[in-house]
């Protein structure tokens, strides 16, 4: 059974900074793509970012580009999301998620985390 934890959200004021980190059980982590999803109240869930199993290869919402940057460990089975620059738009529950392909498609991941909440406030 694989399992993801998000954790790293909480409450900051806007243009201040957020790490967060998904921690994944699973011997061959580096195999896949990891991305991290949001969810704000009323809204979609949309993709913010998803990184390759090597780390090589990244992909940014266009909302979050140049704000955020996707890592990943996997010495540590971990992946990153650093969020700078914050804004009370990013307020959202913040997903992570595997996929055994490099996709932005929601339906090609197939593990899931909880989430962890995030809030700015203007």
């Known amino acids: 059974q694989v399992h993801l934890v998000e954790s790293g959200g909480g409450l900051v004021q806007a243009g201040g900074s957020l790490r967060l980190s998904c921690a994944a059980s699973?011997?061959?982590?580096?195999?896949?793509?990891v991305g991290w999803f949001r969810q704000a109240p009323g809204k979609e869930r949309d993709l913010v970012a998803h990184?390759?199993?090597?780390?090589?290869?990244?992909y940014y919402a266009d909302s979050v580009k140049g704000r955020f940057t996707i890592s990943r460990d996997n010495a540590k089975n971990t992946v990153y999301l650093q969020m700078n620059s914050l804004k009370p738009e990013d307020t959202a529950v913040y997903y992570c998620?595997?996929?055994?392909?490099?996709?932005?498609?929601?339906?090609?991941?197939?593990?899931w985390g909880q989430g962890t909440q995030v809030t700015v406030s203007s």
């Open positions: 998620a595997r996929a055994p392909i490099f996709s932005g498609r929601m339906d090609v991941y197939d593990y």
């Open positions: 990184i390759s199993g090597s780390g090589l290869t990244t």
């Open positions: 699973g011997r061959i982590f580096s195999s896949y793509t």
